[in-house]
């Protein structure tokens, strides 16, 4: 019976750096990882653990009566601390009535940073004048080419 209780307790608990440490990359010291391939933490949050040792930190809800799963990135990357930070943000969503994967995609959009455009035209604003006109003029067909039109994208 007393057995019983400390195993019951033991899967009650927390996830620790610790335990992550020991678990992450496992197959590169001689034996893939054969535990739980999913270990809760609390509030919604969990790890789902590869073969490989690769960590994955997932965030699990309900949304309108369906249930949900996040990918929020990846251990080490993403801490322990860093990740139970990330929960509250994501439980205010739901209490907002928003999907948390709408909110998580918005979150992490790469709005006001900078361009490939901007970074050209920094570029020649700065260098410029130490530059000929005929160089100045190869650098804006060459960006205008090759990086503008791979980097455009429809929608920005």
Not at 12 to 20: G, I, N, Y
Not at 64 to 79: F, H, M, N, Q, V
Not at 82 to 89: T, Y
Request: aromatic share 10%.
């Amino acid at each position: 019976m007393r057995f019983l209780q400390i195993c019951t307790q033991a899967s009650k608990m927390s996830l620790s750096d610790t335990q992550l440490r020991s678990i992450v990359g496992k197959p590169y010291s001689g034996k893939p990882y054969s535990g739980k391939p999913e270990l809760a933490d609390r509030d919604g949050l969990s790890v789902r653990i590869t073969d490989a040792g690769t960590i994955t930190w997932q965030y699990r809800f309900r949304y309108r009566a369906s249930p949900g799963r996040l990918t929020l990135g990846r251990y080490p990357d993403i801490k322990l601390a860093e990740a139970r930070k990330l929960v509250p943000e994501l439980r205010n969503s739901l209490a907002n009535d928003t999907d948390p994967r709408v909110y998580w995609k918005q979150r992490n959009t790469r709005r006001g940073m900078a361009t490939v455009r901007y970074c050209c035209e920094q570029f020649l604003m700065k260098q410029g004048s130490s530059l000929k006109l005929g160089t100045i003029a190869t650098y804006q067909s060459c960006f205008r080419v090759h990086l503008f039109s791979a980097f455009f994208r429809a929608t920005c």
